[in-house]
Structure formats: structure tokens, C-alpha cells
């Protein structure tokens, strides 16, 4: 028992996408649920917990987690390395798979379409996982001015066919230049 959605956001916080790193040993990326999206996630998930308690022994004894998502919609995401998910496919508008020079040099700002799964779980506690199939950019944002499940390339590829959109080629790339991050006060002198 799954439910999907095919949407359009914006990436944001930290991004590491090309392959497992940091102190999780893991990819990862956020970006928020779309208003109409985040009301039917959360339609919805009281739907699977419903369904999910019923499938336990005693479901008052049994604690039930937070969704995956925050008050805005917003969605930490992650996966690869110690976790058990598998890693997500990125595709262009072409639906080409994004090689991994391409996927290091996604940054804060990228649009892209998701696909993306709310499943239930009833172990440890009761509660809804989110899983993103695939992303498809549609407009990079890069660093440089130059988890699938039991989906295969193919079956992503298969998904985003006949959503064709105008927008990001890996064969023509035209990325933005992503905005510096404030440290802190540029004005503050230094002290050495």
C-alpha cells in the first residue's frame, strides 16, 4: 500500500547527490511538498496509519512517529551509505541519466520534478515513510559555470516519458551560478 506523487520544488539546505559522504556516509537533499500535495500527504497518511494499526497486535500500546515532513512541508531527505535506501535517479529534461560530474555540481535552487512515494511502517513504531523514485531537473543551479527502490533506470526513465518539459540537457548545459551563502556579518573585520 503506497501512495504517489509527481510534483515540481525547489532543492534546498545542504546537497550532496553524486555519492555517500559526511559523517552519515549518506546522500541527501530537502525540498518542500507543494501546498496541494502537502494537504493530500497528509490526507493520506492518516489513511495508511489507519490501515497500518490494523495490521498490529495491540495498536494502543504501540507509539506512532511524527511525519516526514515539517509544518511548511518541508522534507530532509536522505539515503545511500548506512541507510537502507536506495540511491535516487536523477534524470535531464531528455530524460537522460545524470552522470556523476553533473550530479556533484547540483546546488540550493535546482528545480526539479520528483517522484516520490508515502509508504506505511508498523516496526519500530507506527508511521508513513517518504521515498523519492526519481528527479528529473528541470533548471540546474550549479556550484561551477561550466534511491530507487526495486526501480531500475528504466522504470524512472519509463515514469518521467511523455512529461516532456522545456529546461535543463546534460548534452546543452546552461546552469545559473548559485548565490553565495552568508558566514555570518561581511562587515565584521577579522582578528589575527
Known amino acids: 500500500m503506497a501512495n504517489r506523487y509527481v510534483f515540481e520544488a525547489v532543492l534546498e539546505g545542504y546537497i550532496n547527490v553524486d555519492k555517500p559522504a559526511g559523517k552519515y556516509n549518506n546522500c541527501c537533499f530537502s525540498f518542500r511538498l ?7 500527504a497528509e490526507q493520506d497518511r492518516e489513511e495508511l496509519l489507519k490501515w497500518a494499526s490494523s ?10 512517529n511524527l511525519p516526514k ?4 512541508g518541508l522534507v530532509k531527505y536522505s539515503y545511500g551509505g548506512d541507510t537502507p535506501r536506495d540511491p535516487v535517479i536523477f534524470v535531464d529534461t531528455d530524460g537522460q541519466v545524470l552522470d556523476e560530474a553533473v550530479r556533484a555540481s547540483i546546488r540550493k535552487g535546482t528545480k526539479v520534478k520528483l517522484i516520490v512515494d508515502q509508504k506505511p511502517y508498523t516496526k519500530p513504531a507506527l508511521g508513513t515513510t ?3 523514485l526519481g528527479a528529473q531537473v528541470i533548471e540546474l543551479v550549479s556550484g561551477v559555470a561550466a534511491d530507487r527502490g526495486d526501480l531500475t533506470e528504466e522504470d524512472v526513465l519509463a515514469l518521467f516519458a511523455g512529461s516532456a518539459v522545456s529546461g535543463f540537457k546534460q548534452s546543452s548545459p546552461s546552469p545559473r551560478r548559485a548565490e553565495p551563502e552568508a558566514n555570518g556579518d561581511e562587515d565584521a573585520a577579522y582578528d589575527f
Open 130 to 132: 517518504l521515498k523519492v
Open 55 to 64: 495490521k498490529v497486535d495491540n495498536p494502543k500500546r504501540i507509539v506512532t
Open 34 to 40: 507543494p501546498a496541494p500535495i502537502l494537504e493530500q
Open 69 to 72: 515532513w515539517d509544518e511548511e
